[in-house]
């Protein structure tokens, strides 16, 4: 028994085929996961919208919806749950449009399940829960109609604005380095003086729009760190 005090991971197993869908569920179960089973496309991104789980595995090929546009439908509204395809198919094509999509790994049919564990276990460590809407002082970022707003207004940002401005806070309080935006909001692994001179331009639009005329100032510069959002001092 685990101990109820303790609040366990949280995986959404989007699976059709019953009995893998079973397996998939005693198993994760067994390792201590609050395991969901949806068998549909389209309850599952309803469900997955909630931004209630850790983790989410997901089937290509599903009644209704498939695993592809359950997952863009996710990014779309802004979900960055973690996403671990399960695909039939070994096709390069498949995986790559996974990926492209915004699934941040795949495991293809028939694997085994110490494999899945293994993979779960690193997409829960990367991701955590989701909470769509963020906030701190009078900032608000809802994420699932992508707006921002200060004291009530609006804020008028560019989507990349929104999305570094989304990430920051989801760090609020730490030091973000440039290295950890290239990766996460540029989608970049390798980073050069161009990209921080694109990021770092970015900020400061970025900052303008979200401080300029209101208190406290929420975005600071830690010079030869990064950058950190924070209510008080940097
Ligand atoms: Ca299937």
């Given at each position: 028994m685990s101990n109820p005090s303790v609040s366990r991971h949280r995986v959404l197993v989007v699976e059709d085929e019953e009995k893998l869908a079973r397996a998939l569920h005693e198993s994760l179960d067994h390792d201590g996961y609050d395991v969901t089973v949806i068998a549909s496309g389209d309850e599952a991104l309803q469900a997955a919208s909630t931004g209630a789980f850790d983790a989410i595995l997901l089937d290509?090929?599903?009644?209704?919806?498939?695993g592809f546009a359950v997952l863009e439908g996710l990014r779309s509204r802004g979900l960055a749950t973690p996403v671990l395809m399960l695909t039939a198919r070994d096709a390069l094509s498949d995986r790559v449009r996974g990926l492209d999509a915004g699934a941040d790994d795949y495991l293809v049919k028939p694997f085994a399940l110490p494999e899945l564990h293994a993979r779960v276990r690193a997409l829960v460590r990367r991701g955590g829960r989701t909470d769509l809407r963020l906030g701190i002082a009078d900032l608000v970022v809802d994420r699932l109609h992508r707006k921002a707003t200060r004291a009530g207004q609006e804020l008028v940002l560019t989507p990349r604005e929104f999305d570094l401005l989304a990430y920051l806070l989801q760090h609020a309080g730490q030091v973000v380095p440039r290295e950890m935006i290239a990766r996460d909001?540029?989608?970049?692994d390798t980073r050069g003086t161009t990209l921080d001179n694109v990021i770092d331009v970015h900020l400061v639009r970025l900052r303008r729009k979200v401080?300029?005329?209101?208190?406290?100032?929420?975005i600071h510069t830690i010079r030869g760190l990064g950058f950190v959002l924070t209510e008080s001092q940097a």
């Open positions: 290509v090929m599903l009644p209704g919806l498939d909001v540029w989608h970049q401080d300029d005329g209101f208190t406290p100032r929420l």
